[in-house]
């Protein structure tokens, strides 16, 4: 993990550096503050924070969009340039798929998609517009303006925009939000296929994604970098139970409800994952069952402790059913993920 590196020695094998970055508007002028990480060659970092956080404004930066108030970007071990050096604001190996999808209206869906590499053939641009109109469902649209298609659609377009250009870095704020899941495995598919850029930055809200795709997390807080850790790291050891919550579920213990569920004292914050319904462990009460899936998450109180808890069940429990809840005991691949 990098947090503070001398901006003079860059980090080896890094494709994108930041080094206490700053950032504000006239109205909002704490906007980013200090931000420091480094991204590596074949990483996907994900960003992830309530919004309002920067989580947007950074990616801006990252893309050359905005001027840095304070700091310093790198690219590829050299000075990344803002639009007060730059008469286009923008680096030509780092694009950025925006949540406003950035679509000329009254564009054809592919002029629009080629509009970052107007140096492809013909034939060039036939083939690859074929292959993204399939894999990105968009032979329904072929020919239409972006400003006729739909918010899943104009979203679809700007990716495939962003993945034509073949970026060295590509960054994602929230590329998922209008895509059915159908489509979106697609997306996935498509983005660890031979369209994969060397390293990309990932914003989004959805814990399943930022779970699937990224390596490492940065977790933002009012503009600045609060934790920063593998996925793992932090879905398991989140700082604050805010933290924990932005990855899904989790419950925050005393460390004598720790202790009586057969944790350490010092294990806080623990996933439904990490519980089960045994013969010993706490006395609690079902509050509720709700069917996800896969599972039922199951919601307790433990009187003793006067706490509410969350875990996984195999069915739905009916209200007011009284059962003990443990730790839950590893099992083949699931005992990799219990806190030690």
Known sequence: ?????????????????????????????NVLKRVSFSLKEGE??????????????????????LQPASGSLRYDGKPLDGPRENLVPGH?????????FDLMPYLTIEDNMVKHNLSLSESMRKRTLGQLRRQLDLSKVKGK?????????????????????????LLLDEPF????????QDLLALLKSDWKPKAAVLVAHEPSDMLMLADRLLVMDKGRVVQEGTVQEVYHQPLNR?????????NELAPELAKALGFKEIDRFLRPSQLEVG?????????DSVFQGYAYLTSVLV???????????????????EIYVQKKTPSGWEGVFQNK
């Open 177 to 184: 939000s209008n895509i059915d899941y159908a489509i979106k």
């Open 92 to 100: 030509p190996e780092i694009k950025l798929v925006q949540q406003d």
């Open 279 to 287: 013969s010993k462990g706490v006395a609690a009460k079902v509050l």
């Open 1 to 29: 993990m990098v947090l503070n590196f001398n901006e003079l020695s860059p980090v080896k094998n890094a494709v994108l550096e930041a080094h206490n970055l700053s950032f504000g508007y006239e109205a909002q002028p």
């Open 44 to 65: 996907v970092l994900g960003i992830i924070g309530k919004s309002g956080s920067g989580k947007t404004t950074l990616l801006k930066l990252l893309a050359g969009l």
């Open 303 to 321: 009187p003793t402790y006067d706490k509410e808890l969350q875990l996984w069940t195999g069915s739905k429990l009916a209200r007011d059913t």
């Open 242 to 250: 805010n933290i924990g919550q932005l990855l899904g579920p989790v």
């Open 145 to 169: 303006k972006a400003k006729a298609t739909s918010g899943g659609q104009k979203q679809r377009v700007a990716l495939a925009s962003a993945l034509i250009a073949k970026p060295e870095v």
